[in-house]
């Protein structure tokens, strides 16, 4: 099933607003985890019209809905939403600068298999964060 209609069943029973598909078109163009903040900061270079509170609203109601992934970054203490695209994402973080380096293969598979094998868990999904210095950040830290 495609990611398009993966989101239109699970908001059946919903409003279908121009913010919602707007938000959830916004979460497509980005690569890693999104802040609020940079959600709001691409409507304003999109030029179209939004406040952070109708932000906040739709990306709680879209995660409950399980269209949108939630995640707390330890270092920074904020939120980040991406799409559910029903495929597992791994990311290294800078502890420094805190970019977001998307990590293109998974590590955990095996994991997974064993996991499921050993002890009858179905797995739904999984997060993998590895934290670190960037390159760039790891030249400027004191040795």
Same mark, same amino acid.
């Given at each position: 099933?495609?990611?398009?209609?993966?989101?239109?069943?699970?908001?059946?029973?919903? =409003?279908?607003?121009?913010? =919602?598909?707007?938000? #959830?078109?916004?979460?497509?163009?980005?690569? %890693? @985890?999104?802040?609020?903040?940079?959600?709001?900061?691409?409507?304003?270079?999109?030029? !179209?019209?939004?406040?952070? !509170?109708?932000?906040?609203?739709?990306?709680?109601?879209?995660?409950?809905?399980? /269209? %949108? #992934?939630?995640?707390?970054?330890?270092?920074?203490?904020?939120? =980040?939403?991406?799409?559910?695209?029903?495929?597992?994402?791994?990311?290294? /973080?800078? %502890?420094?600068?805190?970019?977001?380096? @998307?990590?293109?293969?998974? @590590?955990?598979?095996? /994991?997974?298999?064993?996991?499921?094998?050993?002890?009858?868990?179905?797995?739904?999904?999984?997060?993998?964060? #590895?934290?670190?210095?960037?390159?760039?950040?790891?030249?400027?830290? @004191?040795?």
């Amino acid at each position: 099933m495609n990611t398009d209609k993966l989101y239109k069943n699970a908001l059946k029973g919903c =409003r279908n607003t121009k913010h =919602r598909q707007e938000i #959830i078109e916004t979460l497509k163009l980005f690569e %890693v @985890p999104a802040t609020a903040e940079d959600i709001y900061a691409m409507f304003k270079y999109l030029k !179209s019209s939004i406040s952070m !509170s109708t932000i906040y609203r739709n990306l709680e109601m879209l995660t409950d809905k399980g /269209i %949108v #992934i939630k995640t707390i970054m330890m270092d920074d203490n904020k939120a =980040r939403y991406e799409l559910n695209r029903e495929v597992d994402k791994h990311y290294i /973080i800078c %502890v420094k600068c805190n970019k977001i380096f @998307p990590i293109d293969h998974c @590590p955990i598979d095996k /994991i997974d298999k064993n996991l499921l094998n050993s002890t009858g868990f179905e797995i739904t999904g999984h997060k993998f964060e #590895i934290y670190g210095y960037c390159p760039d950040c790891k030249k400027q830290k @004191p040795e």
